[in-house]
């Protein structure tokens, strides 16, 4: 179990403007943290931080490294030493292959958002020997998702980067944490029929409300993988078990949805 207070603790939400990020900045506020919500819309931040109870609202490219170091120096100068950072930006992107331009969003939001924000936070969470850096990957991160190769590849790099941060600096009392749901009804989901449909398919749609209170409990109980669907579990299970026979039946699905 973990040690982790709430009360006061001071948390970063990226991606916190909508969907799964401002569900959790208003779980976290209710739970008694100041929250700064972030997300490349800063009005939409500064909408949602009034909306749900967070201490403040900011703008910042979670992509760009010296965007993302000058908005944790204005959170910790204005509400103190960061306890909580939910990496939890993402982006949809083209289909298929997708373009040269879909990769690199997608690398630079996916993956290279966690690896700044811990570069920057791992050390002095390590020092004190607390902290909670929590890496929202996608159930895509563990199986696929079929429209999308960037989404795919990049989610799979987003559950690497959170297994290396924990084997590296879990020992340290710093709790690291994977988000991996399935179907969440977000913006993203909802603007981008392909993937409504094949996330449809092979499970249940969840409110993003539901997902924040799974990370909660697992923060809770200082435990890695978030799966607010447990099934994933299964089909991860079933991937690993016989990896051909997986994959058959992915193709099997793909010509069913008729992608």
């Not at 997300?39 to 965007?67: H, I, M, N, R, Y």
């Not at 909660?216 to 978030?226: G, M, P, T, Y």
Request: charge should be negative; include cysteine; aromatic fraction near 4%.
């Amino acid at each position: 179990m973990s040690d982790i207070e709430f009360r006061d603790a001071v948390a970063v939400v990226t991606g916190g403007a909508g969907g799964i990020g401002r569900a959790l900045g208003a779980r976290l506020s209710a739970e008694g943290a100041r929250v700064a919500l972030v997300d490349l819309d800063e009005a939409a931040a500064a909408a949602a931080a009034a909306e749900t109870g967070a201490a403040v609202g900011l703008g910042a490219d979670v992509g760009d490294e010296t965007s993302l170091r000058a908005m944790i120096d204005r959170v910790e100068g204005d509400l103190g030493t960061i306890d909580i950072y939910c990496s939890n930006a993402g982006v949809a992107t083209g289909g298929g292959l997708g373009e040269d331009g879909d990769w690199e969003v997608s690398w630079r939001v996916h993956a290279l958002a966690h690896v700044h924000a811990a570069r920057v936070l791992m050390p002095g969470m390590a020092a004190r020997g607390s902290g909670v850096f929590v890496v929202t990957a996608s159930a895509a991160g563990l199986l696929m998702l079929m429209q999308s190769a960037p989404y795919t590849v990049t989610k799979h790099a987003a559950v690497a980067i959170a297994e290396w941060l924990a084997v590296r600096h879990g020992g340290s009392g710093v709790q690291v944490h994977c988000l991996c749901p399935q179907g969440v009804r977000t913006p993203m989901l909802e603007g981008d029929s392909g993937g409504r449909s094949e996330v449809g398919s092979s499970g249940r749609i969840l409110e993003p409300d539901q997902v924040a209170g799974e990370v909660i409990v697992a923060i809770r109980e200082n435990r890695f993988l978030v799966l607010p669907h447990p099934e994933v579990h299964d089909y991860e299970t079933a991937k690993v078990a016989d990896r051909d026979r997986w994959l058959g039946g992915m193709r099997r699905l793909l010509s069913r949805l008729g992608q």
